[in-house]
């Protein structure tokens, strides 16, 4: 095989192509390509045959360069060097090699990968073009001897733009992981047979909450929840992976401590909208769960509170307007009356009418007050005494119709509440409890207490003669409402007392039954 | 209404009572008055004249809040009471409440003919009376 000339440094194509006509005839006469074929050719072939590499070499868009093997001088370079390091062939031909590679160290391991290989094959190169700008390339190198020689072919490819794309793809994937990772919201990433594939920080410390254990890439969803959980949250997933969205919020006590949790699951969808997963994602909403409860409780406080005025108002307005009206018609009889005894008459009723309104005006007043008291220094009282006070008040009527009264309460509960208001409830729930006394047998009233969570429940019992609740449960503390027409009731003390505590922020229930008893639960808050 | 029919006052306010059958006086009404402190004790009279084969009243002066029985409660088993007889007693609701709520819920007893305030006039009365 005649050899090419690489032994001889061309410095530009004119040194190579002397006469450039030839060339462009040599390539119309469809020389063939194929190298190993040229053995047999004549002379004129083989000179051909040099021609032709340059030829190739430069209209090549492949940046391909020819180096020594003992120097790493480049003899030969193809038109795509020339356009990736946007240099002219002339400037770089009989460079070394090393002038054009960023790395150079890199690029020494590859050459004694070489040594060892005898070819390289798509290693990864920094070059650098004629404007200090790195290109990231593939370089592929093989060897060939000429005339004893031992030369290099490098073949270059530019993935600079691939690299590019995979720096930006790997810079958004970065970002997103720092969202992802800084997130107060906790994500769990599944595939659609909901092992995990992904997860967050904040889920992980939610997993620690809520199941005890670490999560793990590669874990089942349902190996977190035990046996019995595990048809529930089935039934939680189905829709999710029929492409629905599912949320729910979740309490959890850990370590004493309540936390609420937003959770929800957010199918994921593949290129041909299939259900390919799902997000769980876990928000902690807890300072938002906490003031909805605070905000819910003023809403029942100022709800509470209006309907309290409402029921006021109404009071006002009937009991007023109902004495207001009777004095207006007297006023009119008394005007047109011409008879002294019948005006001394209508001066009887209109004396009463007026005591009857100063009394009403007086209860209003009680009721105003204990609004008005609300802010009253409160203290802490014994109840068990101050039941024994009431009972001691009340002992005149406890006598006289034998009353027999139990004070169960443990001597030693205490409540934080207005004294005068505690003294005016336990005397009005002694005193119906006496009032309402069934003659068919021998009284009995009793006082208990339960300790419930923070609240004190304060049971008052009597066997006397009971009340429908079904009838009157609505009416029951309402003012100047009487029920078993008792020529003594006047229908304002239940009214009172249940001002007193509500007022006090307690409440109180009534369970009763005709002619078995009656039982009124306090609520001390 | 007839001279022979009774004027029905079921109220808890004694002294409203007095001043109606004043009133009914000075407009020469000479009806029977007859006059309840709360609807339990007019139910059970009423019943009683129903028992006796006596005639109901020709009207009948309802007041709303009431110890025992309340006026809605009472026309609840008045109803009762009133279904077999073909004379339908008209019903005036007289109340001291001017409440939407009471006003709203008179409409709902097909029996009431009307709402009165307290308190009424006498033109009112003699109005209702001379149906």
Request: glycine share 4%; charged share 25%.
């Amino acid at each position: 095989m005649k050899s090419l000339h690489l032994n001889k440094q061309y410095s530009s194509d004119d040194d190579l192509f002397q006469n450039k006509s030839d060339l462009q005839l040599k390539l119309d006469q469809q020389i063939p390509i194929c190298l190993d074929d040229l053995s047999n050719e004549t002379d004129f072939s083989i000179q051909n045959h040099e021609q032709l590499l340059h030829s190739i070499l430069n209209f090549l868009p492949v940046p391909l360069i020819i180096t020594r093997q003992k120097n790493g001088q480049i003899v030969m370079i193809s038109q795509g060097v020339e356009n990736i390091l946007q240099i002219k062939k002339a400037a770089i031909i009989g460079k070394n090699i090393d002038e054009i590679i960023a790395d150079k160290t890199e690029f020494s391991k590859i050459l004694l990968l070489l040594d060892a290989k005898g070819k390289i094959q798509n290693e990864e190169i920094c070059i650098r073009n004629v404007h200090g700008v790195n290109i990231s390339c593939l370089v592929s190198i093989e060897t060939f001897i000429s005339n004893g020689e031992c030369f290099y072919i490098n073949a270059f490819t530019n993935i600079s733009e691939k690299k590019l794309l995979e720096d930006a793809i790997q810079n958004s994937e970065d970002n997103l992981r720092t969202v992802f990772e800084n997130t107060e919201v906790g994500y769990i990433l599944f595939d659609q047979f909901q092992y995990i594939v992904s997860y967050n920080r904040p889920a992980s410390l939610f997993a620690i909450k809520e199941f005890n254990k670490e999560i793990h890439i590669g874990t089942n969803f349902s190996t977190y929840f035990p046996e019995i959980m595990r048809e529930y949250l089935t039934n939680i997933i189905a829709p999710v992976l029929k492409g629905k969205i599912t949320s729910f919020e979740r309490f959890i006590i850990h370590n004493g401590e309540h936390h609420w949790y937003y959770v929800k699951f957010s199918p994921v969808f593949n290129k041909d909208y299939l259900v390919a997963g799902f997000i769980m994602s876990m928000e902690n909403i807890t300072d938002r769960k906490k003031n909805e409860i605070e905000l819910n409780k003023s809403l029942n406080l100022v709800t509470e509170q209006n309907k309290r005025l409402l029921n006021f108002s109404y009071i006002v307005s009937h009991n007023l307007r109902s004495h207001a009206s009777n004095m207006i018609s007297i006023l009119n009889f008394l005007e047109k009356e011409k008879s002294e005894n019948e005006k001394a008459g209508l001066l009887i009723h209109l004396k009463k009418v007026s005591q009857l309104l100063n009394e009403t005006l007086y209860n209003l007043n009680e009721v105003v007050s204990i609004q008005k008291n609300l802010n009253t220094t409160l203290e802490r009282l014994n109840l068990f005494d101050y039941i024994n006070q009431a009972i001691s008040v009340l002992n005149k009527e406890i006598n006289s119709k034998n009353v027999l009264v139990n004070n169960q309460v443990p001597n030693d509960i205490t409540i934080n509440y207005n004294p005068a208001y505690l003294e005016s409830i336990l005397l009005n729930f002694l005193s119906n409890s006496i009032k309402y006394a069934s003659p068919e047998r021998l009284p009995i009233i009793n006082f208990n207490t339960i300790q419930k969570n923070n609240a004190i429940e304060l049971f008052i019992s009597d066997n006397g003669i009971g009340i429908d609740i079904s009838k009157y449960h609505d009416r029951l503390f309402g003012m100047y409402k009487t029920f078993h027409g008792n020529k003594d009731a006047r229908g304002i003390g239940l009214f009172i007392t249940k001002n007193q505590i509500d007022a006090m922020g307690g409440k109180v229930e009534v369970f009763s039954e005709v002619n078995v008893g009656t039982t009124f639960k306090i609520t001390f808050s | 209404m007839k001279e022979n029919e009774k004027i029905c006052i079921i109220d808890d306010d004694e002294i409203y009572i007095f001043l109606i059958k004043k009133s009914l006086s000075a407009m020469g009404i000479n009806n029977e008055v007859i006059s309840y402190l709360n609807g339990s004790d007019a139910l059970e009279e009423l019943m009683q004249f129903k028992n006796n084969n006596q005639e109901l009243p020709g009207i009948i002066l309802l007041d709303i809040n009431m110890p025992i029985m309340d006026g809605w409660e009472f026309l609840t088993e008045f109803r009762k009471l009133n279904s077999t007889n073909t004379k339908k007693i008209p019903i005036y609701i007289v109340s001291s409440s001017i409440a939407n709520e009471d006003f709203e819920k008179s409409k709902t007893f097909p029996e009431i003919l009307d709402y009165l305030s307290k308190p009424v006039e006498l033109e009112t009365l003699e109005k209702i009376l001379n149906f």
